[in-house]
């Protein structure tokens, strides 16, 4: 800091007094005061003033210098509000204090973005595990078809089989980019989406088409009973109902079945999704929708992952849906999506 900006920054204070002086001096002289004495005086305040003066500059050269040393010398200069020297200046307290409530801030934004990263690049490391699967069972199917039947009689069947087999296996690959790839969308769904008027049969037809495969392979039977329209993104949507799909089959009972129906209401339109698989254990229905929690069921299946009901509720909650869950544990499991309903629609 130097002298000439510690003036400047006074010269407020200077200016009061001197014009504080002037008025003491010319009241003084009003008075009958002797002209020395007034003169006396002057010299003492003028005194007193620079002697203030210089030990104010020494002593805040001293904190500043020390500051910008510590600021230089750390590695983490958002720690800066507690690193600085103690003052008893009022105003350096101050600061200080925001430049904490302001470092905390910073603090806890970084941390919550290196906790997503780790997250993110844990999950990533997982679905490069499991996407491993899929992709060797693809090879070893090749490999054995390589391996020409006897008659042709019995090689139609059996390539139509590995067709068949390589067709899941490929379909399980697509299952676990969408995921990924929708999951790194999930932060910024509003640049992603259109929301417009959606059947929701079209959409349960066209996700149930997809995992026809899977369905078929598990011997479930799905029952749809939907005709009502609601305004969403259908795309996004597919992408939830599939997931919801998913989970219905991963822990399905024997005779399996999927029920897809909606009921209208007041202010909503609640489709469900009814399964009578294996349900839920009630300690682990608070916990479904939070982020690579697998529950009891989860653990008995190598390759839960705890992404699928998170993720949906993350879009869910992104297209103004709400995603509820009930279930029985033996018994089966509900999932209803309820869809807003607006008295007001613009139509672009």
């Not at 005061?33 to 050269?61: E, H, K, V």
């Not at 590695?75 to 204090?97: A, Q």
């Not at 608070?286 to 009891?296: A, D, L, N, V, Y």
């Amino acid at each position: 800091m130097k002298p000439s900006a510690f003036i400047r920054d006074k010269c407020l204070l200077l200016l009061l007094h001197f014009v504080c002086m002037s008025i003491l001096s010319a009241f003084l002289h009003i008075t009958g005061y002797p002209d020395a004495n007034i003169a006396l005086i002057r010299i003492f305040w003028l005194i007193i003033l620079g002697a203030w003066l210089l030990f104010t500059f020494l002593q805040r050269r001293k904190f500043f210098r020390e500051a910008f040393r510590i600021l230089e010398n750390t590695n983490e200069r958002f720690l800066l509000g507690e690193l600085l020297p103690d003052s008893f200046y009022l105003e350096d307290k101050l600061y200080r204090e925001m430049l904490r409530l302001s470092n905390k801030s910073v603090i806890e934004k970084i941390r919550l973005l290196e906790d997503a990263q780790k997250e993110y690049r844990e999950y990533l490391e997982s679905w490069v595990h499991e996407i491993k699967t899929p992709v060797s069972v693809i090879d070893l199917l090749c490999e054995n078809a390589k391996t020409p039947a006897k008659d042709s009689i019995t090689a139609l069947p059996s390539i139509k089989e590995t067709l068949r087999s390589i067709r899941l296996e490929n379909r399980k690959i697509e299952n676990s980019v969408d995921l990924v790839l929708y999951h790194a969308r999930s932060e910024e769904v509003y640049k992603d989406y259109l929301i417009r008027e959606t059947d929701l049969q079209e959409a349960l037809y066209e996700a149930l088409e997809k995992e026809h495969l899977l369905l078929i392979q598990n011997h479930i039977r799905a029952e749809v009973s939907c005709h009502e329209k609601v305004y969403t993104d259908k795309k996004w949507i597919v992408f939830i109902i599939n997931q919801l799909i998913l989970n219905s089959v991963k822990y399905r009972s024997q005779a399996p079945i999927i029920r897809f129906y909606t009921k209208k209401q007041k202010d909503t339109i609640v489709l469900t999704i009814e399964d009578n698989g294996t349900g839920i254990l009630p300690e682990d229905l608070p916990r479904i929708f939070e982020k690579g929690f697998t529950g009891s069921n989860g653990r008995n299946h190598e390759k839960a992952t705890g992404m699928g009901l998170y993720l949906c509720k993350k879009l869910c909650d992104r297209l103004g849906i709400t995603l509820a869950v009930q279930s029985e544990y033996g018994e089966g499991t509900k999932i209803l999506l309820a869809f807003p309903v607006s008295s007001y629609i613009v139509r672009v």
